[in-house]
């Protein structure tokens, strides 16, 4: 079950920025390892990205990273080629890129705007725009994106640039998995909820009111039904489900990872602060 055995795995977003914890691009990586996958990532930050080679490799796995600019057209080219290189193949595709800056129309910057589109949205399209047509060369490929539940309503932060952005991934994916259906390549989203990660803890050092970082995390547990925040191993588990051959018949479709939905605060909004879920 879940079996990645020989399988090419693209991901971008890989790396991690902490020698303690996981990040999401990390777990799924070397989830997707431990299945038997091969691992080609590409990633903003070359060193962050051999820390999860690293991980990767001690375990007995196999994982390439290249420094990529996933908002670069020529450099996720350059990336998908070389991974073409090596494997001949690319079976699944893994996007997981995404950053969240604070702000409505009216306060948010232009720059901001489009750096947010870039890097959110237009990510998604350049990995697909390049890793799609080999797949239906191959006649066969799984696309799996990590979106958030920031894109499926309102979460008390104003932060529209990540909201709007992470919402049109969901449908960039919904309707190219159709017109990919015949094709036999398949495309889902994956959307966390609230996670901790070692990003997590970095927002309740910069966020936590007072410095009480303690404080802030036990905030975010209350927000979820089920009394915590999930892991990046949760998303991973997902992911993995949708990527593999179990979820051949799933197609187009958002899975919501995020412990039940959300519980406002007494104020009506969200108690966590900082950009991001």
């Known amino acids: 079950m879940l079996s990645l055995q020989g399988k090419v795995v693209l991901i971008t977003g890989l790396g991690q ?32 990205a051999n820390r999860t080679k690293k991980r ?13 600019d996933v908002t670069s057209s020529p450099s996720v080219k350059a990336l998908v080629d070389q991974c073409m290189q ?6 699944i595709l893994v996007s997981n890129v995404g950053r969240s ?5 009216a306060s948010m910057s232009e720059e901001v705007w489009h750096s947010q ?3 959110n ?4 399209y350049l990995v697909s725009h390049h890793v799609l047509p080999i797949m239906e060369q191959q006649g066969w490929g799984s696309v799996v994106s990590i979106a958030s539940i920031a894109g499926l309503r309102y979460i008390g932060k104003p932060q529209v640039a990540y909201s709007a952005t992470k919402a049109a991934m969901m449908q960039f994916t919904k309707a190219t ?8 390549v398949r495309l889902n989203t994956v959307v966390p909820g609230l996670i901790y990660t070692p990003y997590t803890q970095a927002l309740a050092q910069r966020y936590a009111p007072g410095g009480d970082e303690a404080a802030y995390m036990k905030k975010r547990d209350e927000q979820v039904p ?30 919501v990872v995020d412990g039940g939905d959300y519980i406002v605060d007494r104020e009506g909004v969200m108690g966590c602060i900082g950009p991001g879920v």
């Open 56 to 68: 990767i490799e001690e375990e007995g796995g196999i994982c390439d990273v290249v420094e990529t």
């Open 86 to 91: 090596k494997h001949g193949r690319i079976d």
């Open 226 to 255: 089920m009394g915590r925040m999930g892991d990046a191993w949760d998303v991973a588990r997902a992911a993995l489900f949708l990527a593999s051959d179990e979820a051949g018949y799933i197609t187009g479709q958002s899975l």
């Open 177 to 184: 998995a159709i017109i990919y259906a015949e094709k036999n």
């Open 117 to 119: 589109v870039d890097i």
């Open 121 to 124: 949205l237009n990510s998604l």
């Open 17 to 48: 920025t902490a020698d303690e914890g996981w990040g999401i691009g990390a777990a799924i990586a070397t989830l997707f390892a431990r299945q038997g996958a091969s691992i080609f990532g590409g990633n903003r930050s070359l060193s962050s």
């Open 101 to 105: 800056e604070p702000g409505c129309p």
